[in-house]
T-cell receptor, first 113, second 116 residues
Framework: TAGITQAPTSQILAAGRSMTLRCTQDMRHNAMYWYRQDLGLGLRLIHYSNTAGTTGKGEVPDGYSVSRANTDDFPLTLASAVPSQTSVYFC????????????FGPGTRLTVL | GENVEQHPSTLSVQEGDSAVIKCTYSDSASNYFPWYKQELGKRPQLIIDIRSNVGEKKDQRIAVTLNKTAKHFSLHITETQPEDSAVYFCAALAGQGGTSYGKLTFGQGTILTVHP
């Protein structure tokens, strides 16, 4: 199985433009998460979804939106990108059979100019 | 909300020595504490975790200890090797602990360098 995948691997985006980061998992995990990673700040939760059809806000949700139409996909959208959203974005999922353990995707490096 | 502090931010050891990384957390309701290893340009990988009903857990050269009273937990790596060089993150589970879903709060990370 592929596990958890993200696309694109990297992207340079002009400020003010919109962008959707894609995340797909084939493990049938119910819960999915989006984090951003910035130097010296570790990983911070942006949004999460406990199950298809539901989403919730994390620690740093402003400027981002998510949707969860099905179990496998959890896209993250930046409606109007700003330079402070330059970061590495990681998607993660967790297996209800092993509560709380989260597995990470390979990440997307986003630069907003 | 939960706050996790991690120390030190950098740690340099000689091959074969032990390394210890410490984390403190603020929410006494937190009950799940994973440790992740992240190599340069790669994704975080879970290396060990501990739940609040135990005080210590070992897996070969790595171990984690938890002191719920003091609200701190530590990662111990023995007989370090150059391939242990990476960034290590601790985390604590806030919110709906013990169910399928949880919001992890991460520490700021420790850059571990093991010199041959």
């Amino acid at each position: 199985t592929a596990g958890i995948t993200q696309a694109p691997t990297s992207q340079i985006l002009a400020a003010g433009r919109s962008m959707t980061l894609r995340c797909t998992q084939d493990m049938r995990h119910n819960a999915m998460y989006w984090y951003r990673q910035d130097l010296g700040l570790g990983l911070r939760l942006i949004h999460y979804s406990n199950t298809a059809g539901t989403t919730g806000k994390g620690e740093v949700p402003d400027g981002y939106s998510v949707s969860r139409a099905n179990t496998d996909d959890f896209p993250l959208t930046l409606a109007s990108a700003v330079p402070s959203q330059t970061s590495v974005y990681f998607c993660a999922s967790s297996d209800p059979g092993v509560p709380d353990t989260q597995y990470f995707g390979p990440g997307t490096r986003l630069t907003v100019l | 909300g939960e706050n996790v502090e991690q120390h030190p931010s950098t740690l340099s050891v000689q091959e074969g020595d032990s390394a210890v990384i410490k984390c403190t957390y603020s929410d006494s309701a937190s009950n799940y504490f994973p440790w992740y290893k992240q190599e340069l340009g790669k994704r975080p990988q879970l290396i060990i975790d501990i739940r609040s009903n135990v005080g210590e857990k070992k897996d070969q050269r790595i171990a984690v200890t938890l002191n719920k009273t003091a609200k701190h937990f530590s990662l111990h790596i023995t007989e370090t090797q150059p391939e242990d060089s990476a960034v290590y993150f601790c985390a604590a589970l806030a919110g709906q602990g013990g169910t399928s879903y949880g919001k992890l709060t991460f520490g700021q990370g420790t850059i571990l360098t093991v010199h041959p």
